[in-house]
């Protein structure tokens, strides 16, 4: 197995799991805890727009998806902050906006060679480094400021209304979540895709919180849970020369099962 380690671009795909793991099970715990997954899906493929109008000015990638997925983050929190439920119709219009902003400049752009697939479905064999030192950077810009405003991140994600009374910023704490998770999005399109980023930003997490009383543990288990899937799953992607976001969500589906199965089973012997 060590064989595939040889390679240079198994070596970047290795690191980046190692990276965008940190930021997934981070960013994930607090989008499950203030129910946002509808919202982060809603950027992601809002990014998408970002992504072509990157191939068709002949920009970084990541540049292109990170403005739209900020633009998108940031007019979601306008829109979301007095009623975070009842807005299904605006951010399903963003979504299908995004997308077909991205399909019209890709369309308009004349002998593109970019495999589009990779940022809809994920490629993290091909990540490369300047995508690994996006993610480097967002690893310690999550870090610290989770760091710094915990107490607020904590308040506004279980009571927002009595954080507002202690004086909380709510508002500005929630735009946070979501630029943060904004930015998260970007990272993980190259490792598991927009359409599936989702899955990885929620599964975690999500089992991570059966088992932790607290956000904090949340977060410190869902990091490890996201790097062991991302491990599994890139390396049945090598050897079977699958998608590697397809593997990794589908190696994430398969423990929850087990999880979700194991917790019924306890619940009935008890």
Request: charged share 10%; proline share 1%; net charge neutral.
């Amino acid at each position: 197995m060590l064989d595939m380690f040889s390679y240079q671009f198994m070596q970047n795909a290795f690191l980046a799991s190692i990276l965008v793991s940190v930021a997934a099970g981070i960013i994930g715990s607090l989008v499950v805890v203030n129910k946002m997954s509808y919202l982060a899906g809603g950027i992601a493929h809002c990014s998408y727009g970002g992504i072509g109008l990157a191939v068709f000015f002949s920009l970084p990638i990541i540049l292109g998806a990170s403005i739209f997925a900020i633009i998108a983050a940031l007019i979601i929190a306008v829109l979301t902050l007095k009623e975070r439920t009842k807005l299904d119709a605006t951010i399903g219009i963003i979504w299908a906006g995004g997308m077909a902003i991205g399909i019209v400049f890709i369309d308009l752009t004349s002998g593109y060679n970019v495999d589009l697939l990779s940022y809809l479905f994920g490629s993290i064999l091909s990540v490369s480094r300047l995508d690994i030192y996006y993610t480097l950077v967002l690893d310690i810009l999550v870090v610290v400021l989770v760091g710094v405003f915990y107490k607020e991140f904590l308040a506004v994600s279980y009571d927002s209304e009595f954080a507002a009374l202690r004086g909380v910023k709510v508002n500005v704490i929630y735009t946070l979540i979501l630029v943060l998770c904004a930015f998260s999005i970007v990272a993980l399109i190259q490792i598991v895709g927009l359409i599936l980023v989702i899955a990885l930003l929620s599964i975690p997490p999500y089992i991570a919180r059966m088992f932790c009383n607290n956000l904090s543990k949340m977060m410190l288990v869902s990091v490890f849970l996201s790097l062991v899937f991302t491990l599994i799953g890139l390396s049945i992607s090598y050897y079977t020369n699958i998608s590697s976001g397809a593997c990794i969500i589908l190696v994430s589906l398969f423990i929850f099962i087990l999880v979700k199965i194991y917790a019924k089973c306890v619940s009935l012997e008890q």
